[in-house]
């Protein structure tokens, strides 16, 4: 089953469309795996996806370490994603996805800025070969976002200017990406990306909460799944919050 087709069964199973951003603070590592695994049966009920960063990769390590997280998060019929935002040459690029794939993620993030040849065509091949997915970033949520997925700059095909995240949108569709990176911090952003995208790559909207992000806004502006961190992990009731972002959520698709 492809990565898109995956989250699709799951945002309906679950009537959810919120990513679990598993970002635990600092602890010791086995106080880590331990926390993950209670923390997502506790919330979920309401979410569709895990996404890990390096909050768990780099205390844990990848194999016997997150893979046990992953592995956990599948037998509760959740994916899981893997924030490792892939930024390097062709060789090195493809050797990250390949260990993240083997260590069961159904998809990675990645980053357009290093370009298709020699750059994301590796990833996207072996993304191919095993049967898993690719997301872009495509304008990040924070407020340096503006320097470089923001700035203004010449379409190489048409020679006229263009906002880069523009570019990175076109890429997203063209590439074959499973979906876009578009922060909720910047709803008119997300707006001019679905523009592009429609329903063919979806959106994956980081930013709400702790970054000042509002459901609403981002759902309403083609935001298909939102991903949240903080505002759950640090949250008194993990499980409650989780279920009432994803009933705001619902309120707003249903509308
Ligand atoms: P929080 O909800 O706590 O702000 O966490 C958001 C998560 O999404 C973090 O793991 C962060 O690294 C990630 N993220 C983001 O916030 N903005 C982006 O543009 C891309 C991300 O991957």
Same mark, same amino acid.
């Given at each position: 089953?492809?990565?898109?087709? =995956?989250? @699709? ?10 990513? !679990?951003?598993?970002? /635990? ?27 890990? @960063?390096?909050? !768990?990769?780099?205390?844990?390590? !990848?194999? @016997? ?6 592995? %956990? ?11 490792? =935002? ?26 357009? %800025? ?5 750059? /994301?065509?590796?990833? %996207?091949?072996?993304? =191919? ?6 997301? !872009? ?17 010449? @379409? ?11 570019? %990175?949108?076109? =890429? ?75 009933? /705001? ?7």
């Amino acid at each position: 089953m492809s990565f898109q087709i =995956k989250m @699709n069964c799951s945002a309906k199973e679950t009537k959810s469309r919120i990513i !679990l951003a598993l970002d /635990l603070p600092p602890d010791k590592p086995s106080h880590l795996l331990s926390r993950s695994m209670e923390m997502l049966e506790k919330v979920r009920p309401y979410i569709c996806a895990v996404k890990i @960063n390096h909050h !768990l990769v780099l205390p844990l390590g !990848l194999f @016997n370490g997150v893979q046990k997280i992953v592995a %956990f998060a599948h037998n509760q019929g959740l994916p899981a994603i893997m924030d490792c =935002k892939i930024n390097d040459i062709g060789s090195t690029n493809r050797a990250i996805a390949e260990y993240y794939y083997k260590a069961g993620f159904d998809a990675v993030i990645a980053s357009p %800025f290093v370009g298709w040849s020699e750059g /994301l065509q590796p990833v %996207f091949e072996v993304a =191919k070969e095993m049967d898993r997915g690719v997301i !872009l970033l495509v304008y990040m949520s924070h407020k340096g976002a503006e320097e470089g997925y923001g700035q203004t700059v010449l @379409n190489p095909e048409t020679e006229k200017p263009s906002p880069q995240y523009i570019l %990175f949108a076109e =890429k997203a569709l063209s590439w074959g990406a499973d979906g876009a990176v578009v922060g909720a911090t910047y709803p008119e952003k997300i707006r001019g990306v679905y523009e592009i995208l429609g329903d063919r790559v979806p959106i994956y909207s980081p930013g709400i909460g702790a970054q000042g992000g509002i459901i609403e806004a981002a759902l309403r502006a083609g935001a298909q799944y939102l991903i949240v961190g903080r505002a759950i992990v640090l949250a008194e009731n993990p499980a409650e919050t989780a279920k009432s972002i994803r009933a /705001l959520a619902q309120g707003c698709v249903e509308k």
